[in-house]
Protein backbone atom coordinates (compact mmCIF):
# COMPACT_ATOMS: atom_id res chain seq x y z
CA UNK A 1 0.00 0.00 0.00
CA UNK A 2 1.10 3.33 -0.78
CA UNK A 3 2.01 5.92 2.12
CA UNK A 4 -0.94 7.88 1.49
CA UNK A 5 -3.02 10.60 3.86
CA UNK A 6 -4.68 10.17 6.07
CA UNK A 7 -3.92 6.13 6.74
CA UNK A 8 -0.22 8.04 7.37
CA UNK A 9 -0.89 11.52 9.25
CA UNK A 10 2.44 12.42 10.67
CA UNK A 11 1.23 14.99 12.99
CA UNK A 12 -0.24 11.88 15.07
CA UNK A 13 3.01 11.33 16.80
CA UNK A 14 3.79 14.66 17.09
CA UNK A 15 0.53 15.03 19.19
CA UNK A 16 2.15 14.78 22.54
CA UNK A 17 5.06 15.63 24.57
CA UNK A 18 5.27 11.69 25.56
CA UNK A 19 5.13 10.68 21.69
CA UNK A 20 7.57 13.59 20.51
CA UNK A 21 10.05 11.60 23.46
CA UNK A 22 9.17 8.71 22.19
CA UNK A 23 10.02 8.85 18.35
CA UNK A 24 12.94 11.54 18.85
CA UNK A 25 16.03 10.37 17.02
CA UNK A 26 18.66 12.19 18.25
CA UNK A 27 19.52 12.86 21.68
CA UNK A 28 22.19 16.11 23.14
CA UNK A 29 24.46 14.81 25.99
CA UNK A 30 26.77 16.85 28.08
CA UNK A 31 29.44 14.23 26.50
CA UNK A 32 29.17 15.67 23.12
CA UNK A 33 30.49 19.08 24.48
CA UNK A 34 33.98 20.08 24.36
CA UNK A 35 34.09 23.96 26.59
CA UNK A 36 37.23 26.08 24.89
CA UNK A 37 38.50 28.77 27.43
CA UNK A 38 40.80 31.56 27.01
CA UNK A 39 43.70 32.00 29.32
CA UNK A 40 44.29 35.49 30.96
CA UNK A 41 47.68 37.10 31.85
CA UNK A 42 47.30 38.04 35.32
CA UNK A 43 45.27 37.83 38.38
CA UNK A 44 42.00 38.64 37.19
CA UNK A 45 38.76 37.41 35.26
CA UNK A 46 38.79 39.97 32.23
CA UNK A 47 35.15 40.13 30.11
CA UNK A 48 35.89 39.87 26.29
CA UNK A 49 33.63 42.62 24.99
CA UNK A 50 33.20 41.06 21.49
CA UNK A 51 31.61 37.86 23.29
CA UNK A 52 29.21 39.05 26.14
CA UNK A 53 29.38 36.08 28.79
CA UNK A 54 32.92 35.08 28.53
CA UNK A 55 35.75 35.78 30.08
CA UNK A 56 39.30 34.84 30.07
CA UNK A 57 40.55 33.45 32.78
CA UNK A 58 43.63 33.92 34.82
CA UNK A 59 45.63 30.52 35.55
CA UNK A 60 44.48 30.58 39.43
CA UNK A 61 41.11 30.36 38.14
CA UNK A 62 41.53 27.24 36.31
CA UNK A 63 40.84 24.75 37.80
CA UNK A 64 37.86 26.17 39.61
CA UNK A 65 36.11 25.89 35.86
CA UNK A 66 37.71 22.67 35.02
CA UNK A 67 35.87 20.87 38.36
CA UNK A 68 32.65 22.88 37.34
CA UNK A 69 33.07 21.28 33.39
CA UNK A 70 33.50 17.57 35.71
CA UNK A 71 30.74 18.44 37.73
CA UNK A 72 28.83 19.09 34.08
CA UNK A 73 30.11 16.20 32.41
CA UNK A 74 32.05 18.05 30.15
CA UNK A 75 34.66 15.38 28.92
CA UNK A 76 36.78 17.75 27.74
CA UNK A 77 38.24 21.54 28.15
CA UNK A 78 39.79 23.39 25.00
CA UNK A 79 42.42 26.59 25.91
CA UNK A 80 43.57 29.57 24.27
CA UNK A 81 46.26 32.04 26.05
CA UNK A 82 45.55 35.83 25.87
CA UNK A 83 49.82 36.25 25.47
CA UNK A 84 51.30 39.34 26.50
CA UNK A 85 52.37 41.92 24.00
CA UNK A 86 55.86 41.98 25.16
CA UNK A 87 56.38 38.21 24.47
CA UNK A 88 54.71 38.19 21.04
CA UNK A 89 57.22 37.98 18.29
CA UNK A 90 57.97 38.03 14.48
CA UNK A 91 59.17 34.19 14.76
CA UNK A 92 56.46 33.55 17.77
CA UNK A 93 59.42 31.61 19.54
CA UNK A 94 57.01 32.09 23.56
CA UNK A 95 54.84 29.11 21.31
CA UNK A 96 57.89 26.54 22.50
CA UNK A 97 58.66 28.40 26.06
CA UNK A 98 57.92 25.88 28.67
CA UNK A 99 56.76 28.26 31.41
CA UNK A 100 54.12 29.78 28.61
CA UNK A 101 50.54 30.72 29.51
CA UNK A 102 49.92 27.79 27.29
CA UNK A 103 51.65 25.05 29.72
CA UNK A 104 50.83 26.68 32.47
CA UNK A 105 47.03 26.65 32.28
CA UNK A 106 47.65 22.62 31.38
CA UNK A 107 49.58 22.40 34.50
CA UNK A 108 46.78 24.09 36.25
CA UNK A 109 44.29 21.78 35.74
CA UNK A 110 45.90 18.49 35.62
CA UNK A 111 47.63 19.38 38.44
CA UNK A 112 44.21 19.95 40.36
CA UNK A 113 41.95 17.00 38.73
CA UNK A 114 44.67 15.12 37.05
CA UNK A 115 42.58 12.95 34.11
CA UNK A 116 39.55 13.57 35.29
CA UNK A 117 39.37 15.88 32.25
CA UNK A 118 40.70 15.76 28.84
CA UNK A 119 42.67 19.27 28.09
CA UNK A 120 42.80 19.92 24.59
CA UNK A 121 45.24 22.33 23.51
CA UNK A 122 45.30 24.71 20.01
CA UNK A 123 48.60 24.42 17.96
CA UNK A 124 49.11 27.30 15.92
CA UNK A 125 51.69 30.57 16.23
CA UNK A 126 48.68 33.02 16.13
CA UNK A 127 48.22 33.62 19.56
CA UNK A 128 52.42 34.18 19.68
CA UNK A 129 53.51 36.53 16.53
CA UNK A 130 53.63 40.02 17.04
CA UNK A 131 51.86 39.96 13.69
CA UNK A 132 48.99 37.65 13.92
CA UNK A 133 49.23 35.28 11.19
CA UNK A 134 49.37 31.21 12.19
CA UNK A 135 52.94 30.92 10.62
CA UNK A 136 56.36 31.96 9.89
CA UNK A 137 56.54 35.26 7.12
CA UNK A 138 59.19 34.79 4.63
CA UNK A 139 60.35 38.29 3.07
CA UNK A 140 57.15 39.13 0.94
CA UNK A 141 55.17 38.27 3.70
CA UNK A 142 54.07 34.91 2.70
CA UNK A 143 53.43 32.35 5.34
CA UNK A 144 56.05 29.95 4.70
CA UNK A 145 54.65 26.02 5.25
CA UNK A 146 57.51 23.80 6.27
CA UNK A 147 59.61 26.16 8.38
CA UNK A 148 56.02 26.72 10.31
CA UNK A 149 55.52 22.76 10.22
CA UNK A 150 58.86 23.24 12.12
CA UNK A 151 57.84 25.37 14.74
CA UNK A 152 54.35 23.66 15.34
CA UNK A 153 55.89 20.20 16.06
CA UNK A 154 58.23 22.32 18.60
CA UNK A 155 55.05 23.69 20.13
CA UNK A 156 52.59 20.70 20.05
CA UNK A 157 55.95 18.97 21.62
CA UNK A 158 56.00 21.69 24.37
CA UNK A 159 52.19 20.77 24.95
CA UNK A 160 52.41 17.42 25.41
CA UNK A 161 55.28 17.92 28.06
CA UNK A 162 53.63 20.11 30.09
CA UNK A 163 50.50 17.50 29.90
CA UNK A 164 48.18 18.30 27.04
CA UNK A 165 46.09 15.33 26.13
CA UNK A 166 44.81 16.17 23.05
CA UNK A 167 47.26 18.43 20.08
CA UNK A 168 44.91 20.34 17.84
CA UNK A 169 46.34 21.95 15.13
CA UNK A 170 44.02 24.78 13.57
CA UNK A 171 47.05 26.50 11.35
CA UNK A 172 46.30 24.53 7.89
CA UNK A 173 49.54 24.34 7.24
CA UNK A 174 50.76 21.22 4.96
CA UNK A 175 52.07 17.94 6.39
CA UNK A 176 51.68 19.38 9.61
CA UNK A 177 50.14 16.29 11.61
CA UNK A 178 52.65 13.38 9.99
CA UNK A 179 55.63 15.79 10.93
CA UNK A 180 53.65 16.29 15.06
CA UNK A 181 52.62 12.47 15.00
CA UNK A 182 55.94 11.47 14.06
CA UNK A 183 58.05 13.69 16.65
CA UNK A 184 55.42 12.67 19.54
CA UNK A 185 56.14 9.17 18.68
CA UNK A 186 59.68 9.77 19.66
CA UNK A 187 58.93 11.92 22.48
CA UNK A 188 57.70 9.04 24.61
CA UNK A 189 53.94 10.94 23.96
CA UNK A 190 52.15 7.81 22.26
CA UNK A 191 48.86 8.31 24.05
CA UNK A 192 48.42 11.93 23.03
CA UNK A 193 46.03 12.57 20.45
CA UNK A 194 45.46 14.53 17.63
CA UNK A 195 42.27 16.47 16.71
CA UNK A 196 43.41 17.84 13.65
CA UNK A 197 41.60 21.32 12.08
CA UNK A 198 41.06 19.58 8.72
CA UNK A 199 38.74 21.61 7.29
CA UNK A 200 38.98 25.36 8.48
CA UNK A 201 37.88 27.72 6.38
CA UNK A 202 38.94 31.49 6.30
CA UNK A 203 35.99 32.88 8.02
CA UNK A 204 34.55 35.93 9.11
CA UNK A 205 33.33 34.37 12.10
CA UNK A 206 36.70 34.16 13.63
CA UNK A 207 36.09 38.26 14.81
CA UNK A 208 35.69 37.93 18.33
CA UNK A 209 38.09 35.18 19.07
CA UNK A 210 40.85 36.96 17.70
CA UNK A 211 39.83 39.80 20.07
CA UNK A 212 39.92 37.50 23.01
CA UNK A 213 43.52 36.27 21.85
CA UNK A 214 44.73 39.76 21.10
CA UNK A 215 45.86 39.44 17.98
CA UNK A 216 42.72 41.58 16.66
CA UNK A 217 45.01 44.40 16.30
CA UNK A 218 48.10 42.79 15.32
CA UNK A 219 46.78 40.92 11.98
CA UNK A 220 47.18 42.40 8.41
CA UNK A 221 45.73 41.22 5.83
CA UNK A 222 44.06 37.96 5.75
CA UNK A 223 44.51 34.20 6.11
CA UNK A 224 43.21 33.00 2.77
CA UNK A 225 46.92 31.39 1.42
CA UNK A 226 46.14 29.02 4.37
CA UNK A 227 42.51 28.78 4.96
CA UNK A 228 40.05 27.09 3.39
CA UNK A 229 37.87 28.80 0.58
CA UNK A 230 34.00 29.08 1.75
CA UNK A 231 32.93 28.29 -1.38
CA UNK A 232 34.89 24.17 -1.40
CA UNK A 233 33.43 21.08 -0.25
CA UNK A 234 35.39 18.74 -2.16
CA UNK A 235 38.70 20.23 -0.39
CA UNK A 236 37.52 19.61 2.27
CA UNK A 237 37.40 15.91 2.09
CA UNK A 238 41.03 16.01 0.51
CA UNK A 239 42.15 17.59 3.54
CA UNK A 240 39.88 15.09 5.93
CA UNK A 241 42.12 12.51 3.88
CA UNK A 242 45.59 13.45 3.93
CA UNK A 243 44.89 14.48 7.78
CA UNK A 244 44.19 10.58 8.72
CA UNK A 245 46.55 8.91 6.53
CA UNK A 246 49.23 11.10 8.54
CA UNK A 247 47.61 10.14 12.19
CA UNK A 248 45.04 11.99 13.21
CA UNK A 249 42.85 10.87 15.66
CA UNK A 250 39.58 12.93 15.15
CA UNK A 251 38.92 15.40 12.51
CA UNK A 252 37.30 19.07 12.99
CA UNK A 253 35.22 21.18 10.97
CA UNK A 254 35.19 24.86 11.38
CA UNK A 255 33.50 26.94 11.57
CA UNK A 256 30.01 25.01 12.00
CA UNK A 257 26.59 26.04 10.97
CA UNK A 258 27.29 27.42 7.48
CA UNK A 259 29.55 24.22 6.81
CA UNK A 260 27.50 21.50 8.17
CA UNK A 261 27.20 19.92 4.64
CA UNK A 262 31.07 19.31 5.36
CA UNK A 263 30.44 17.91 8.73
CA UNK A 264 27.73 15.39 7.11
CA UNK A 265 30.01 14.19 4.02
CA UNK A 266 32.61 13.88 6.78
CA UNK A 267 30.27 11.47 9.01
CA UNK A 268 29.33 9.73 5.77
CA UNK A 269 32.60 8.71 4.03
CA UNK A 270 35.11 8.59 7.13
CA UNK A 271 35.50 5.97 10.25
CA UNK A 272 36.64 8.32 12.45
CA UNK A 273 35.44 10.70 15.31
CA UNK A 274 34.33 14.26 13.53
CA UNK A 275 33.75 17.23 15.27
CA UNK A 276 32.14 20.79 14.63
CA UNK A 277 33.55 24.15 15.83
CA UNK A 278 30.68 26.54 16.78
CA UNK A 279 33.00 29.44 16.67
CA UNK A 280 33.16 32.70 18.42
CA UNK A 281 31.10 34.22 16.13
CA UNK A 282 28.36 32.19 15.92
CA UNK A 283 28.31 32.64 19.92
CA UNK A 284 27.72 36.27 19.23
CA UNK A 285 25.43 35.74 17.00
CA UNK A 286 22.97 33.73 19.05
CA UNK A 287 23.71 36.45 21.76
CA UNK A 288 23.09 39.39 19.52
CA UNK A 289 19.97 37.72 18.86
CA UNK A 290 18.58 37.35 22.42
CA UNK A 291 19.56 40.60 23.84
CA UNK A 292 17.66 42.18 21.00
CA UNK A 293 14.52 39.87 21.86
CA UNK A 294 14.20 38.43 18.64
CA UNK A 295 14.79 34.49 20.10
CA UNK A 296 15.06 33.07 22.96
CA UNK A 297 18.82 32.48 23.89
CA UNK A 298 18.38 28.67 25.24
CA UNK A 299 15.93 27.67 22.52
CA UNK A 300 18.25 28.84 20.00
CA UNK A 301 21.20 27.07 21.49
CA UNK A 302 19.69 23.69 21.66
CA UNK A 303 17.78 24.25 17.95
CA UNK A 304 21.45 24.71 16.97
CA UNK A 305 23.28 22.43 19.19
CA UNK A 306 20.67 19.31 18.13
CA UNK A 307 21.30 20.23 14.59
CA UNK A 308 25.46 19.55 14.66
CA UNK A 309 24.40 16.25 15.66
CA UNK A 310 21.61 15.29 13.27
CA UNK A 311 24.76 16.15 10.63
CA UNK A 312 26.67 13.71 12.03
CA UNK A 313 29.10 15.80 14.22
CA UNK A 314 30.70 13.26 17.35
CA UNK A 315 30.85 16.38 19.21
CA UNK A 316 30.47 20.67 19.51
CA UNK A 317 33.00 22.97 20.65
CA UNK A 318 31.09 25.32 22.41
CA UNK A 319 31.60 29.07 24.37
CA UNK A 320 28.19 28.00 25.20
CA UNK A 321 29.22 24.24 26.88
CA UNK A 322 28.61 25.37 30.39
CA UNK A 323 25.46 26.59 29.96
CA UNK A 324 23.97 23.89 27.34
CA UNK A 325 25.45 20.97 29.54
CA UNK A 326 23.17 22.57 32.44
CA UNK A 327 20.26 22.48 29.85
CA UNK A 328 20.62 18.86 29.17
CA UNK A 329 20.63 18.25 32.94
C1 LIG B 1 43.95 30.11 15.60
C2 LIG B 1 42.53 29.82 15.83
C3 LIG B 1 41.43 30.61 15.46
C4 LIG B 1 40.32 30.02 16.04
C5 LIG B 1 40.75 28.87 16.71
N1 LIG B 1 42.12 28.75 16.55
C6 LIG B 1 41.33 31.90 14.74
C7 LIG B 1 41.91 32.06 13.40
O1 LIG B 1 42.21 31.10 12.70
O2 LIG B 1 42.07 33.22 13.02
C8 LIG B 1 38.93 30.58 15.97
C9 LIG B 1 38.00 30.14 17.02
C10 LIG B 1 36.79 30.99 17.17
O3 LIG B 1 36.52 31.92 16.38
O4 LIG B 1 36.04 30.72 18.12
N2 LIG B 1 44.62 29.45 14.62
Not at 98 to 127: E, F, Q, Y
Not at 217 to 241: C, F, H, T, V, W
Request: charged share 25%.
Amino acid sequence: MAISYPATRLRRSRATGWSREMVREHRLHPSDLIWPLFIANGDVEEPVASLPGVSRIPLSGLADKAKEAIDLGIPCLALFPNTPADRRSDDGEEAANPDNLMCSGIRAIKDAVADAIGVLTDVALDPYTSHGQDGLLDAAGYVENDATVDALVQQALNQAAAGSDIVAPSDMMDGRIGAIREALEQDGHANVQIMAYAAKYASAFYGPFRDAVGSTGLLKGDKKSYQMDPANGGEAMREIALDIAEGADSVMVKPGLPYLDIVRMAADRFDLPVYAYMVSGEYAMIEAMAASGAGDRDTLLMEILTGFKRAGASGVLSYHAPIAARLMG
